[in-house]
């Protein structure tokens, strides 16, 4: 089984700062995720990248594959970046279900 | 355009009880998932439905049972409810991608937020 530790659990920043949420997991993969959980609940898929990096407006996700590493940057924070996010990844059997991280808590104050 | 729809949203159940809670979804999806999250914890599957027709267990089955409806719908029922499966319950559902599941986004509904007393 795929295990994904993310850290740090829970985040505080204030507005302006460039913020890295980072996530390790311990078997080689195909794909990694983040997803982004709104204070109201719902969750939505940001990326999902299997080598380098991709970008999305302020919010890039690198991975390196060798390091089983990933990392979550967000540019210039917002307070409406306030959200726990994610990281997945395949489980090996199962038919490649995915495994979640506990998820980082950002707070972004004004 | 209304991506994947949970019903209901809030729902408070005494301990014995039954219940189903539905999902649909509107984008021609071959896979479908029920996860529960609670606090402290990692979205944890319950079942999945990789296409219409077949239903398999995840890492926490024990207490609910799964109907894959048809392509669209895939409901969750709790036959005995019991304090432990008070949760928030999220449908999510996926195309299918090479090599398994895991290579494809996936899309959430909203939630269903249980209590059992």
């Known amino acids: 089984k795929n295990e994904v530790e993310q850290s740090p659990q829970n985040l505080t920043a204030q507005e302006g700062e460039f913020i890295t949420i980072n996530c390790s997991y311990s078997?080689?993969?195909?794909?990694l995720h983040w997803l982004q959980q709104h204070p109201g609940g719902g969750i939505v898929s940001l990326f999902m990248?299997?080598?380098g990096k991709k970008k999305h407006g302020r919010l890039i996700a690198t991975i390196n594959i060798q390091e089983k590493h990933s990392s979550l940057h967000i540019t210039a924070s917002h307070p409406r970046d306030s959200a726990v996010y994610i990281c997945?990844?395949?489980?090996?059997?199962?038919?490649?279900?995915?495994?979640f991280g506990k998820g980082t808590k950002l707070s972004v104050k004004p | 355009n209304a991506g994947v729809t949970q019903t209901p949203k809030f729902q408070v159940l005494k301990t014995g009880q039954s219940m189903t809670l539905q999902c649909a979804q509107d984008?021609?999806?071959?896979?479908m998932y029920w996860y529960r999250q609670d606090p402290g914890m990692g979205l944890r599957l319950i079942y999945y439905?990789?296409?219409?027709?077949t239903t398999d267990k995840g890492e926490v089955p024990n207490g609910y049972n799964v109907s894959r409806l048809n392509k669209r719908e895939f409901s969750l029922r709790l036959e005995s409810a019991a304090p432990s499966q008070t949760s928030v319950y999220f449908c999510a559902s996926s195309e299918w991608g090479q090599g398994g599941v895991g290579n494809q986004p996936q899309h959430f509904g909203d939630g269903t937020r249980l209590s059992i007393l």
């Open positions: 990248l299997s080598s």
């Open positions: 984008m021609n999806h071959n896979s």
């Open positions: 997945a990844v395949p489980h090996l059997g199962s038919q490649g279900n995915l495994i």
């Open positions: 078997v080689g993969i195909s794909a």
């Open positions: 439905s990789a296409s219409e027709g």
